[in-house]
């Protein structure tokens, strides 16, 4: 069970998961506490901190992690710069340590990393008893959607025989209705292309004035996030119009 906030930090807890750890622990690094004195605090006060399992990074990037001495073989975690790692029921150590290999490696966005380590872990063992679920999540302050949210991802696979190719496949889709494109790589609209976007948009039910009927079109495809005036044009949503018409 995953938590986020901007400027405080993130939490994860397994096993007997206590869910209060969350909330509880987010407050705690508002506050400023470290990583490794919230998982303190919060285990301390919990009496069944022996089946939990918890991993913690503050705004700091120091991380620590916590395993109870009743969580189920193979169970434990690393640490290191910005990541925790953590699991139990696991084929074996590999599973932790292929994540905190590939976080340290791997270059690109949070979220993209933190895919690849996922798939790291499954390549490396993963848990002994099969898969089934997956969850993405990623804060950043103005970051999602509109700028008017903090959430840039959050993405949950509750029950799927290959749940990591899923959650590809759904931050795939996330990634062409929320992604951005950099705008030096926005197309001009010139003659040739206005006239092919009131031809597209004319067989799809969508005609009048270009700029109206294209930011219609646009919000009817949830692609409204990608449309900036006509002057220029995404080329994700180009792809779009030229598949649906």
Sequence with gaps: MPWAEPHAGAIATQAYANPRYGSQGLGLLREGLSAEEVVERLTAADEGRDQRQLGIVDREGRSASFTGSECLDWAGGRTGTCYAAQGNILVSAETVDAIAETFESSKGTLTERLLDCLDA?????????????????????????????????????????????????????????????????????????????????????????????????????NLEERVDGIAEVDPVVLEELRELS
């Excluded at 099969?130 to 959050?154: F, I, N, P, R």
């Excluded at 009131?198 to 799809?204: G, I, N, T």
């Excluded at 005609?207 to 930011?215: I, S, Y």
């Design 121 to 221: 872990a499954q390549a490396a063992g993963g848990d002994r008893r099969g898969q089934q679920s997956a969850a993405l999540l990623v804060v950043e302050q103005d970051g999602g959607y509109a700028k008017l949210s903090d959430t840039v991802v959050e993405l949950r696979v509750e029950d799927h025989e290959r749940p990591l190719e899923e959650l590809r496949r759904l931050y795939r889709l996330h990634e062409r209705l929320f992604g951005e494109t950099p705008r030096d790589e926005w197309l001009p609209v010139d003659e040739t292309l206005a006239n092919e976007l009131r031809d597209r948009l004319a067989k799809l039910g969508y005609e009048g004035e270009l700029e109206a009927a294209f930011n219609q079109w646009a919000g009817n495809v």
